[in-house]
């Protein structure tokens, strides 16, 4: 069976993966999630892991995505180097199988930009422009655990920077001494805005976040902590990454709950960006790389 019969695309991150089978046409006909990202595969066991996507899909051609391409994932899939696009990453996939089982290339950054790397989100980006759901040449924000601010140039990607975002307030949510106070994921809420305000205010990051520890024992807590927080980490997210490209159109990418979350701090920014859902942008990467192979 070849890739232009259908095939199944993966987008297998540290603790969950995605897989979507689509038919001769590119249409998507089934998918599932679950929580077997990398982490959950034991020593040895990725194969039985994409034989089981191939029991619940079909038996056809797979191109994975992701996590799954890093030193701990299935077999290391080496860096493309930015500036990077379609081509390079089609070129560099790292096959398993060869022509029936292969794993999307990240993309690594060096030199005065800054040392960096990718991996899943360059499916999504490319795969956004290549759909025209965003433009060729804009800045795309793309939310998550490691938020990335993607410098896009004639639909390739070429600069980007990483903010640990949604990492920082997991840890500070889980062994902080804020821990007690922020449960939940915060909401874009009036809570949520006043943090982004004085975020973007250039409010001391680690003094503000204190803050919330001398307020809740002085009895002074006004809105939701959780939601203050996120404010605070999405607002000089969002700040540092409007600074990085200022003036250049701008697109959000991403699961949509985060989505909402940093188009508030966009708009308590004075910037608007246009919406993809991650899902759809990836699954139009692969139909792009998979139409190269």
């Known amino acids: 069976m070849s ?8 987008d297998w991150g540290t603790t969950n993966r995605r897989a979507y089978a689509l038919d001769g046409s590119r249409n998507l006909i089934d998918s599932f ?19 089981d996507i191939r029991e619940r ?17 299935w077999r290391e899939a080496p860096y493309a180097a930015a500036p990077a696009g379609a081509r390079d990453l089609a070129e560099a996939i790292a096959w398993i199988e060869p022509g029936r ?27 956004a422009v290549a759909a ?29 920077r990483t903010m640990m975002t949604g990492e920082v307030f997991s ?38 976040l204190f803050g919330i520890r001398a307020r809740h024992l002085l009895g002074e807590e ?6 203050y927080a996120s404010g605070l980490l999405v607002g000089s997210d969002v700040r540092a990454g409007l600074g990085l490209y200022p003036d250049r159109p701008l697109a959000l990418i991403g699961r949509p709950e985060l989505c909402e979350l940093y188009r508030a701090a966009m708009a308590e920014a004075g910037r608007e960006a246009p919406e993809v859902d991650g899902a759809e942008a990836f699954v139009a990467g692969m139909n792009m790389l998979t139409q190269m192979l």
């Open 171 to 208: 840890l500070l949510s889980k062994h902080s001494i804020l821990a007690d106070q922020l449960e939940g994921d915060g909401a874009a809420d009036d809570a949520f805005r006043a943090g982004v305000a004085e975020a973007l205010a250039g409010r001391e990051l680690l003094s503000a």
């Open 57 to 73: 899909l079909g038996d056809r051609p797979m191109l994975l995505a992701g996590m799954v391409g890093s030193n701990r994932g």
């Open 101 to 127: 089982t292969g794993i999307v290339p990240g993309v690594s950054q060096r030199g005065a930009a800054g040392a960096d790397v990718m991996r899943g989100e360059e499916v999504q980006v490319l795969g």
């Open 3 to 10: 890739w232009r019969d259908g095939y199944i695309a993966v």
């Open 33 to 51: 999630e679950d929580e077997l990202g990398l982490l959950a595969v034991p020593s040895g066991g990725f194969e039985a892991a994409a034989a």
């Open 222 to 227: 006004v809105g939701d902590p959780a939601s």
């Open 132 to 160: 025209g759901l965003v433009p060729a040449d804009c800045v795309i924000c793309h939310p998550g655990t490691h938020a990335k601010w993607i410098l896009m140039e004639a639909g390739r990607i070429a600069s980007f």
